[in-house]
């Protein structure tokens, strides 16, 4: 629909690697396009949808992991009675990853789960699944 989004201040152009990733899913799955085509809606956006798709792609030396819950609730039963926000400062400081991955940034996340701090009575993994609610 749109080359450009808001990033929280402007609209800016959308990156070619989130471009190639748009239209690499773009009305494939079940569609009598099986091998994938892509176009623009607006005919001046065209010229940068050819020029993102023609960039070779960037190379990846490293990861980023995140926990899913399972491992948190592992971890979680290591240290008992610690709040879910200190639970995933602690869990990033112990966590270990060789070369080729990281441990993402959540400051987000811990953003969140401290504000949660003050809704009584919810599980682990209410928690952990209130953290990843795709709001604002």
């Not at 792609?57 to 490293?62: A, L, N, P, W």
């Amino acid at each position: 629909y749109s080359l450009s989004k808001y990033n929280g201040d402007k609209m800016v152009p959308v990156g070619a690697s989130q471009v190639k990733q748009i239209a690499g899913r773009a009305g494939r799955r079940g569609s009598r396009y099986p091998d994938g085509l892509t176009t623009t809606l607006h005919a001046e956006d065209l010229n940068y949808l050819i020029d993102c798709l023609q960039q070779p792609f960037d190379e990846v030396t490293k990861v980023g992991l995140f926990p899913f819950f399972e491992q948190i609730e592992l971890f979680a039963a290591q240290v008992p009675d610690m709040a879910f926000s200190a639970l995933l400062e602690h869990f990033g400081k112990h966590c270990k990853l060789d070369g080729s991955y990281f441990l993402c940034r959540h400051d987000h996340v811990k953003k969140v789960a401290n504000m949660l701090e003050k809704v009584p009575g919810l599980s682990l993994e209410e928690r952990f699944n209130f953290c990843f609610a795709p709001v604002n």
